[in-house]
């Protein structure tokens, strides 16, 4: 057995070299140059989902992680920067039971939606435009909302209230076929 000679010094690899290194760049950044991913939050009906995208870092990150999430919904305005909130409102597409209210803070939304058909309402401005997508296990949903060149999203917006996700109006109760009927047959003349 050989023992260590007092003038021997522990050997450092390329690898550790190459961690300390980066743990001293990453540690002379000042924090608002680090990169931050945006929050994973979770709708009131308990959908988990993300927004953002709205600098170059936040979209390619969001870009990249979007394959791993069950939809994705795209927001834009030709000539235009989108501006925050928007506002999605996701339904079963064969119920119309609503499945998520949220709003994003940013031109892309990830959501956890469970496989199915869904209608995605999304509104900035008083202006909600439509779109149907389907998510199965193997495909993610993938919808992109263009507004019109036309809108005026500036003046739309100032005119409207502010919302925020403290503010969101509670969805209005389901109608169902059997309620309707019920409701028809209960009123007396």
Same mark, same amino acid.
């Given at each position: 057995?050989?023992?260590?000679? %007092?003038?021997s %010094?522990?050997?450092?690899?390329a690898?550790?070299?190459?961690?300390?290194?980066?743990?001293?760049?990453?540690?002379?950044?000042?924090? #608002?140059a680090?990169?931050?991913?945006?929050?994973?939050?979770? &709708?009131q009906? /308990?959908?988990?989902?993300?927004?953002?995208? @709205?600098?170059k870092?936040?979209?390619?990150?969001?870009a990249?992680?979007s394959p791993?999430?069950?939809?994705?919904?795209?927001? /834009?305005?030709?000539?235009? %920067?989108?501006? &925050?909130?928007? %506002?999605?409102?996701?339904h079963?597409?064969?119920? /119309?039971?609503?499945i998520?209210?949220?709003?994003?803070? /940013?031109? +892309?939304?990830?959501?956890?939606?469970?496989?199915?058909?869904y209608?995605?309402?999304?509104?900035v401005?008083?202006?909600?435009?439509?779109?149907s997508?389907? +998510?199965?296990i193997?495909?993610?949903? #993938?919808?992109v909302f263009?507004?019109?060149?036309?809108?005026?999203?500036?003046?739309?917006t100032?005119? @409207?209230?502010?919302?925020?996700?403290q503010?969101?109006?509670a969805? @209005?109760?389901?109608?169902?076929?059997?309620?309707?009927?019920?409701?028809?047959?209960?009123?007396? #003349?």
């Open positions: 057995m050989t023992t260590p000679s %007092r003038n %010094r522990p050997s450092f690899d690898s550790s070299a190459l961690a300390c290194l980066c743990l001293a760049f990453c540690a002379a950044l000042p924090a #608002h680090l990169p931050s991913n945006p929050p994973i939050l979770v &709708a009906q /308990g959908v988990e989902y993300m927004s953002g995208g @709205a600098n870092d936040e979209a390619a990150f969001m990249m992680v791993r999430w069950a939809a994705t919904f795209e927001f /834009g305005l030709k000539n235009a %920067r989108l501006p &925050a909130p928007v %506002r999605v409102v996701v079963n597409a064969s119920n /119309g039971d609503l998520m209210d949220a709003l994003s803070s /940013g031109p +892309v939304m990830l959501a956890r939606l469970e496989p199915g058909a209608d995605v309402d999304v509104t401005g008083g202006l909600t435009l439509t779109q997508i389907s +998510v199965s193997d495909v993610p949903g #993938h919808a263009n507004w019109p060149s036309n809108f005026d999203m500036v003046a739309a100032q005119a @409207a209230a502010p919302v925020t996700a503010t969101l109006p969805p @209005a109760p389901q109608v169902t076929e059997a309620s309707r009927t019920t409701a028809m047959l209960s009123v007396k #003349h």
